[in-house]
């Protein structure tokens, strides 16, 4: 069974920084893509950012050039840099992994962003 445990989350003003970690135990393979995702109350969850165990990474249009994604491999944790936080960053931020095409999924850290 696999656990992920994210945080980090909180309360911010405009502009400011962020760090979220998110760290998976249990059953990991050793191919797999980690991720955040986030949803605001009342939306769909969307994508964030992912990264594979070899450090190829994908970001949503969004967050490009102000978040940053990583991951250590030996400790099976992922990383969400988050710079120059906006108001509409603020949501729950999940963490996900997926292997063998099935997700995990953390139980969400909250971040809000005031004007």
């Known amino acids: 069974q696999v656990q992920l445990v994210e945080s980090g989350g909180g309360l911010v003003q405009a502009g400011g920084s962020l760090r979220l970690s998110c760290a998976a135990s249990?059953?990991?393979?050793?191919?797999?893509?980690m991720g955040w995702y986030r949803q605001a109350p009342g939306k769909q969850r969307e994508l964030v950012a992912t990264?594979?165990?070899?450090?190829?990474?994908n970001y949503a249009g969004a967050v490009k050039g102000r978040f940053t994604i990583s991951r250590d491999n030996a400790k099976n944790t992922v990383y969400l840099q988050m710079n120059s936080l906006k108001p509409e960053d603020t949501a729950a931020y999940y963490c996900?992994?997926?292997?063998?095409?099935?997700?995990?999924w953390g139980q969400g850290t909250q971040v809000t962003v005031s004007s």
């Open positions: 249990g059953s990991i393979f050793s191919i797999n893509v």
């Open positions: 996900n992994l997926r292997q063998a095409f099935y997700d995990s």
């Open positions: 990264i594979t165990n070899g450090g190829s990474t």
